[in-house]
Each structure stands twice: as structure tokens, then as C-alpha cells.
């Protein structure tokens, strides 16, 4: 019985390896060549740097963005205020008007500060790096949004340093600072002249009857301005805003547009808000036409569209996928350059060397002195194997010149021809 087991083993082994489709050449039917060296050396290069290459690519991950309906219409929105306007916090106030009509009180306060308009040299470094990094962050976001997103933006507006010089000079502006909480609709962030005071049955005014018109100067920057929670990647495009005027009755316009944002990458996990915004501003004056409330004016709307921006990477079957297709690819592309190669330089030798034989050929035949043994010397150095070969099979038929393989040992090949075999 054991050995019968053995035989059908033997035999399933045998139907396994006729079933193999890589057979194995011996290494004595093997040839090595130069060229051959010098291609598997440059494939061997080329493999290593586009494998690099791929896990470069597979260990960055890939944005995705994703559009919906915000389905939380009645949540509410943080609104996130560092600004500076050129006037005393005593002339000045801040609310909000929304669509509900609710009392600003509602919303929470920001905090005034009396300050100095003009910075000092570190807060004007400050405010002008700010400055010039969100412009660029303006100009080129779409270029750059994917790096934005993958290192981990984050803003450096976080506050304004303290003054570090000593100045007499009073305060000559207020800054409003703080975050006020209020309903995810369209709504109106002002500042304007004047406390304002509560309207029956809602809303509110500014009273500005004690004010003088050179009390009035809306010049102002801001420093921060944002809507939700701070987030990395976010870029909010009013920071660095700086607005100087001459004239006293001036009104600014800002137009917001905010988008509701979930963000899911390796730095932040986070569902808030960014921003689009544009601008206009003009100067008051009733006798020309242009008619308003000077002031300070951020008219927001939210948008019902979101935006979901997820992070991620390249499944593990389709980097595999894309590793075996360049290994593969690149050695079935090398075998095929090293026979092109190979037989362009056997076909440009070939000639090459032929052309010497036949010169060589014509030489001899004119000394006659020459022996038939160094003819056939010629004949047998022929480096085309296959002409070589054809030139030898004819010869062997007509009997003019027996091949060597076939001569008995010791026996060399006759020196004259037989005038016999023309006749």
C-alpha cells in the first residue's frame, strides 16, 4: 500500500509540474553579455527610483471634497471679532441685526478696549506679517489649498501683542474683541456711531445726537475675524485688513458669504465654518446723492450648501496593483530593448567585419605565393555563423572544400581541386 501511494504521489507531482509555467533554463544554456549587464544594471535603477517614487505617493494622502444640503439650519454660528476702528469706545458701539430680529443682547458682548491707533514697532511688525501672508493666502489659495490642508495651516492672528514702548499719547481708538453667538441666518455685524439702545417691540438704534461731525473717523484694521470653531486649514480672507480714510463720514461694506465645513484630516477633526467675502466702500456725503449711515458694516448670509473635506489614502490593493505594474512592466520593456540592442550591434559587426573579409579575400588573390591553408584560415574566421555556415553547406555539396567535422582524424583537407568535378 505504501508503495502505491507513493506512485499516484509521484504522480500527482508529475501533472503539477507539467502544469508549471515558468520553466526553469539551466545556467549552461545561459549567456551573459555586456549589454545585457548594462540594461538589468539601468533596470535595477530604474525600479528602485519608481518604487520610492510610489511609496512617496501612497504615504500622501488625497483630499476629497464633498457637497451636500446642511441639514442644521436652526444651530447656531460663533462669530469670532478683533477689530480696531479710529475712534473712542465712548462715540462708538457694535451689535448685530438678524433676520429674527432678535435683541443683540442676546447674542452676547464684545469687550472694548481703549487703545492707541497707531502701533508700535512690534505690533507693526506683527500686523504687517499678518498683513502680507493672507494676501498671499488670497491671491493663490486655489493653487495652494492642498498643501494648505495637508501641513496643517494654521493662523498666526491669534492676538495682537501688547505695546512695548512707552508713549503719553491717550487713547485715541476702541478695539472690539471677543465672540458673540448667533442664529445661522443672514444678519448684519455693524459699527457705527453711537451706543445703541433698544427698539420696541425689537430691534435697536444709535444715538449719535451729541457727536460732532469731526468726532467721526471710521479708519480701522482687523486682526481677526472668523466664524466657528478655529480650525487648521482655514484661511480667513478679512485678517490683515486695513482701511485709512480722510474723511470723517465714511461707510465700509463688507459682504460674507459663510459655508458650512466639516473637516476630517490627520490634524483636525472639526465641523465649523469659512468664508468668502468682497468689499465696497464710499464716502457719505447727502448733497451729492450718496445716502446711508456711515459706519462699519458686515452683512453675512449663510450658505445652505456644505462643504465636507475628508483626507485620504491610497487603498493597499491598488498600490500593490501599481507596484507589480511597474516591476513588470519595466522588465518586460528592458527584455525587449536588450534583443533591439543586441541585434543592431550583431548586425552593425556583422558588416563591419564582412566588409574587412572580403578586402582581406581580394588580397590574397593577388599573391598567388599565398598558401590554400591560409584561404581556408579566412574562410573558417567568417564572424557571421550563419553565412558562415550557408558558404560551407555549398562548398560541402559541390565537393570542393570537405568540411572539416567530417575528415578522419589526422587527415587534413586536399590542397588543389579536382578539375574532374567541373567537368
Same mark, same amino acid.
Request: charged share 20%; net charge negative; hydrophobic share 35%.
Given at each position: ?207 449719535? &445726537? ?6 467721526? !473717523? ?7 475675524? #472668523?466664524? +466657528?470653531? /478655529?480650525? @487648521? ?39 465649523? &465654518? ?6 465696497? !466702500? ?7 446723492? #450718496?445716502? +446711508?449711515? /456711515?459706519? @462699519? ?56 567585419? #564582412? ?69
Amino acid at each position: 500500500m505504501s508503495g502505491l501511494r507513493q506512485r499516484r504521489q509521484l504522480s500527482a507531482m508529475k501533472i503539477v509540474q507539467e502544469l508549471d509555467a515558468f520553466p526553469k533554463v539551466p545556467d549552461s544554456y545561459q549567456e551573459t553579455t555586456a549589454t545585457g549587464g548594462g540594461i538589468s544594471l539601468l533596470t535595477f535603477v530604474l525600479i528602485a527610483i519608481l518604487v520610492i517614487s510610489e511609496i512617496r505617493y501612497y504615504m500622501a494622502s488625497q483630499l476629497k471634497y464633498e457637497y451636500d444640503i446642511d441639514p442644521d439650519f436652526d444651530g447656531k454660528l460663533k462669530l469670532n471679532i478683533d477689530i480696531t476702528v479710529a475712534m473712542k469706545c465712548a462715540h462708538i458701539g457694535a451689535d448685530i441685526l438678524d433676520l429674527t430680529g432678535q435683541n443683540a443682547e442676546t447674542f452676547g458682548h464684545l469687550k472694548e478696549e481703549d487703545v492707541i491707533f497707531e502701533l508700535s514697532p512690534r505690533q507693526k511688525t506683527f500686523f504687517d506679517m499678518v498683513k502680507h501672508i493672507n494676501t498671499y493666502l488670497r491671491n493663490e489659495y486655489h493653487a495652494i489649498h492642498e498643501f494648505i490642508w495637508n501641513t496643517g495651516y494654521n493662523t498666526i492672528s491669534s492676538s495682537m501683542p501688547p505695546r512695548d514702548d512707552d508713549t503719553t499719547k491717550a487713547p485715541d481708538a476702541c478695539r472690539f474683541h471677543g465672540t458673540l453667538v448667533v442664529n445661522k441666518v443672514a444678519g448684519n455685524f455693524h459699527i457705527t456711531a453711537g451706543k445703541s439702545v433698544p427698539v420696541f417691540p425689537r430691534g435697536h438704534a444709535h444715538l449719535s &445726537f451729541m457727536m460732532k461731525e469731526s468726532d467721526y !473717523n471710521f479708519s480701522h484694521r482687523i486682526v481677526h475675524f #472668523s466664524y +466657528g470653531d /478655529p480650525t @487648521i486649514g482655514i484661511v480667513n480672507p478679512l485678517e490683515g485688513e486695513e482701511k485709512i480714510v480722510t474723511d470723517n463720514n465714511h461707510m465700509f461694506q463688507y459682504f460674507v458669504q459663510v459655508v458650512p465645513t466639516i473637516v476630517e484630516t490627520k490634524f483636525s477633526n472639526a465641523n465649523t &465654518f469659512q468664508y468668502a467675502a468682497t468689499e465696497q !466702500n464710499r464716502t457719505i456725503s447727502h448733497s451729492k446723492g #450718496s445716502h +446711508g449711515v /456711515p459706519g @462699519i458694516y458686515f452683512k453675512y448670509d449663510l450658505s445652505s450648501i456644505r462643504v465636507h473635506v475628508r483626507e485620504e489614502h491610497q487603498p493597499y490593493w491598488q498600490f500593490f496593483a501599481r507596484l507589480c505594474g511597474i516591476v513588470g512592466g519595466i522588465f518586460a520593456t528592458s527584455g525587449l530593448l536588450h534583443q533591439m540592442v543586441s541585434a543592431i550591434i550583431d548586425l552593425l559587426c556583422c558588416r563591419f567585419k #564582412s566588409t574587412a573579409n572580403d578586402e582581406s579575400h581580394r588580397g590574397s588573390q593577388q599573391w598567388p605565393s599565398v598558401s590554400s591553408s591560409s584561404s581556408t584560415t579566412h574562410t573558417n574566421s567568417n564572424p557571421c555563423p550563419s553565412l558562415h555556415s550557408v558558404t560551407s553547406s555549398l562548398l560541402d555539396a559541390d565537393g570542393l572544400t570537405p568540411s572539416p567535422e567530417i575528415l578522419p582524424f589526422g587527415k587534413s583537407p586536399p590542397t588543389s581541386v579536382d578539375e574532374s568535378v567541373f567537368m
